[in-house]
């Protein structure tokens, strides 16, 4: 695709719109509150439908000691170590609750910590964490995927043991750019000799699988950084790289987001060759693109998942792990039960206080409708394979729908679609999101996403 047509269609789509880690997108649940009985009878339904009981296991550890005002996440910002305790206490407790309300068979293959910084937390509090929530369970690494996320300013020789020790092969580092005035912009310094020492530490110890997040349309980044920062990372030939595009919503996160001036931005066109000259670089390392904005070694696991077509996404990205429940512990997480979504009270007080009156500190979530389900499928199928099958499950006035709407992008060639399938080209993939948009009922009706997602582009 020539550079003239390509600006033309940036120009086109770049519009505001989901990252699609669920469906129906979160600010278009429609059950607020969602009482305990409600997401607890979705669990039993669950379980009924798949007669399983594997689950993943989302923790979320909340806790910085500072902020990088390029986050979006739910945190805490505290240099107070004392809070680890009583927050893991509460993690282990809640995770009783679930068990004690039906989920005590299960088989956890799928175990992630996730942040704010995962490696704030002392080693041994951890270690109390995973040996709590594996209690009773036997976790062979060939079988179990545990992971977690780690700031390469505080993740020491003592963290990386410890959880191989317990069966975590999965690393993901957050580098974000290399360039100084880029990380002061964000207030994430961090010199490449720190990220450095973490991986190679973590190789030599054993994990199997480092992934190294990058971001692009960074303040004050430039097609000169993100080129140097790629070449940095490819000394360390990390087995993954997300490559994720900034997400500007300081609607969302107004004491992080607005640490810049939004001028110093780089938006559409320009910020849109950050990443397809990253990404150039990297398939001509040996890098295969995978679903959106991810990277991976063809010998790695989620190549091998995407070929294979048995990629999944969910509320902790791209995995390998297609297990039919997904439970998030901690403030502010997200679980998942196919049939129905539920999220965590947002603030640290609130959740610990839901869980020492006993209570699953859920404050609000959606129960899908058929037609969710057959949408949900759609979006998933798409943002994982680049394709879907039409028709199967779909009405007749929501195939006429949607084949109208996508008429427009079959003449941009971003789909093709071959008698029931719909395929995205290689040209498309950058405008994933915007094929997804189509299928999407909730924002079909909606009257404006503007001050609600960030842009697709």
Known sequence: MNFDKRAQLIRKYDVPGPRYTSYPTVPYWKNEPLSNEEWLQSIHRNQKHFSSDDVSLYVHLPYCESLCTFCGCHKRITK???????????????????????????????????????????????????????????????????????????TSKEHLEKLHT??????????????????????RIQPFSQVKKVHELARGIGYNSISHDLVFGLPKQSLKDMLFTVEKTLELRPDRISLYSYAHVPWVKRTGQRGFDENDLPTGEVKRELYEQAKLRLLDVGYLEIGMDHFALKEDSLAQAFLSKNLHRNFMGYTTQNTPMLIGLGMSAISDSWFGFAQNKKSVEAYIDGINKDQLPVFRGHLLTKEDLVIRQHILDLMCHFETELGVHDSFDFNLNVLLRLK???????????????????????????????FDQSLQSSASREGVFSRTI
């Not at 079988?143 to 505080?154: I, T």
Request: proline fraction near 5%.
């Open 408 to 438: 427009g992008m079959v003449e941009d060639r971003l789909i093709e679609i071959d008698g029931n399938t719909l395929r995205i080209t290689e040209e498309g993939i950058p405008f994933v999101r915007n094929v997804c948009m189509i």
């Open 166 to 187: 317990l069966g975590f092969r999965r690393l993901s580092l957050g580098v974000q750019d290399y360039n100084p005035r880029v990380q002061k912009a964000i207030n």
């Open 80 to 154: 107070n170590h004392s809070v680890e305790q009583p927050y893991i206490d509460a993690v282990i407790k809640e995770w009783q609750l679930y068990k004690s309300a039906g989920l005590e068979k299960s088989r956890i293959k799928e175990l992630h910590f996730g942040g704010g910084t995962p490696t704030f937390f002392q080693a041994d509090e951890l270690v109390r964490l995973v040996h709590s929530l594996l209690e009773n369970q036997q976790v062979d690494p060939s079988e179990v995927e545990m992971g977690f996320e780690a700031h390469p300013n505080n």
